[in-house]
């Protein structure tokens, strides 16, 4: 896993559909100043000096939370699954949206 590809919300820029179309640097590279406009939960976690919010001890804040339950750009804990792993020290990946949906 590049580290340098590490989505600071637990996303992995490596494999996100809009690095290419959008020639995204990813949010490790633009410290939370990304293609679309300043990310809040990039800005935190880069001011907190973590690698990503795994690392954080409030995880997940309400921020976090907010970005997870996005109707559009959400997932179903996949995010939050690769944030606890990754800090662990688990380089395994979990694409977004594979995890059932909660009802």
């Known amino acids: 896993m590049d580290k340098e590809q590490i989505g600071m919300c637990g996303a992995y820029c490596g494999i996100c ?34 690698l990503h919010c795994g ?24 995010r939050l699954a690769n944030l606890k792993n990754w800090a662990k020290g688990d380089e395994n990946i979990l694409r977004l949206r594979t995890f059932p949906k909660k009802v």
Do not use: R
């Open 17 to 50: 559909e809009w690095k290419e179309k959008t020639n995204c640097l990813g949010c490790q590279i633009c410290k939370g100043e990304m293609f679309y406009g300043e990310c809040s939960v990039a800005k935190c976690c880069s001011d907190k000096g973590y």
């Open 55 to 78: 690392f954080c001890p409030d995880l997940p804040c309400t921020e976090l939370q907010q970005a997870f339950d996005h109707p559009e750009h959400g997932d179903h804990g996949e």
